[in-house]
């Protein structure tokens, strides 16, 4: 797909609109600001927005004029099913916990601004933060994610069969189960 500048005034948002986004707009204008405009407006032939009505309200406020937007070549009724889609398939989503721990730590030690913009990540997805998470349970995800990697890595290296180049000598393996 291509992208198309348009003009913000010219964006049409869907009247029939239902999902509620007024809580998300100050924060993901935060993040449009921090990290740039990242997932483009859809839009269909009639400059309606099919998807991204929360990111053109964040967009106005952050008071833009112009903005890069996808323009979607599916039938109305097809947009009709898509705006439901794109928006109700996130629910059906859920975090791992185990997986975010270790990412948020990772995220720790190179941001400088890590709480900061953690919180803002976190609220966004939770809600506010009731509990903050310990060094313990940090630990305690980082040593099960640890013991999970390094089985993993012996069950894999099991399955490896060992081949050295004859022309340049370089050593590598093969996955036995794939020969």
């Not at 198309?4 to 964006?11: I, N, P």
């Not at 924060?27 to 309606?48: F, Q, T």
Request: hydrophobic content about 35%; proline content about 1%.
């Amino acid at each position: 797909m291509i992208a198309y500048e348009r003009k913000v005034k010219d964006l049409i948002p869907y009247e029939f609109n239902s999902r509620f986004n007024e809580k998300t707009i100050d924060k993901l204008s935060k993040s449009i600001e921090d990290y740039g405009y990242v997932v483009p407006i859809v839009i269909d032939k009639n400059n309606v927005v099919v998807t991204g009505h929360a990111r053109l309200k964040a967009i106005k406020e952050l008071g833009w004029e112009k903005v890069d937007c996808l323009v979607s070549n599916l039938t109305d009724e097809e947009n009709r099913e898509y705006r439901i889609l794109d928006n109700k398939v996130q629910d059906l989503s859920e975090w791992n916990d185990d997986m975010l721990v270790v990412e948020l730590r990772g995220l720790q030690e190179i941001a400088s601004d890590f709480d900061l913009k953690v919180n803002v990540a976190l609220e966004t997805s939770y809600g506010s933060l009731d509990a903050d998470v310990t060094e313990f349970d940090i630990e305690k995800q980082e040593n099960k994610f640890e013991t999970t990697f390094t089985d993993r890595s012996i069950e894999a290296n099991a399955k490896l069969i060992k081949v050295s180049c004859e022309h340049c000598g370089a050593n590598f393996g093969i996955d036995s189960e794939k020969l």
